[in-house]
């Protein structure tokens, strides 16, 4: 399965301490190269910085159409790093995005993309039996400042059994 992962579900699941769950759900990961700029060179010192660095099971593509790139950010209003994640998945054809951002997902989706959100992670973790609760990661990336509206962390919590 190949997955490309944008910047907020790395560094998200990295501020958790979760980020070897990417692994477990997924093997090698794959990011652009715009990602590895934000997280570990412009990220120095931040969350999941150095965990990015050294996760061996992350490799980091370039991307070779960067003119798709460009047409992403200017036409869609998106940034670099999401642009780059979704031509990447277009290049390798990959199976999974992994995005946050609302305009970024709701346009991958328009492209037919396959994508997870950092709350879907979670999701899938449990389902695996690799958590056992939803609502406590849920509440930690709240208190870390991800942004969840209340009727999709309810939406969430139901899905997941957790009433």
């Known amino acids: ?43 120095k010192g931040q969350s999941g910085e150095r965990e990015i660095r050294n996760a061996t099971w992350i490799q980091v593509k370039q991307v070779k159409n960067q003119k798709a ?6 036409s869609h209003r998106l940034h670099k790093g999401e642009s780059e994640t979704m031509v990447l998945y277009q290049q390798l054809n990959a199976h999974l995005a992994l995005l946050d951002e609302e305009r970024a997902v709701a346009y991958a989706r328009r492209l037919g993309m396959n994508v997870l959100r950092t709350a879907g992670v979670y999701m899938e973790a449990k389902r695996l039996g690799l958590i056992p609760w939803v609502r406590e990661k849920l509440d930690r990336l709240r208190q870390e400042g991800f942004w969840l509206k209340d009727e999709d962390y309810e939406a969430i919590i139901r899905q997941a059994g957790e009433e």
């Open 1 to 43: 399965m190949i997955v490309i992962a944008n910047s907020t579900p790395l560094i998200y699941c990295a501020t958790l301490s979760d980020l070897l769950l990417l692994r477990q759900l997924f093997g090698t990961n794959t990011i652009p190269q715009e990602v590895y700029r934000e997280v570990v060179v412009e990220g």
């Open 69 to 74: 790139v460009e047409r992403f950010i200017v």
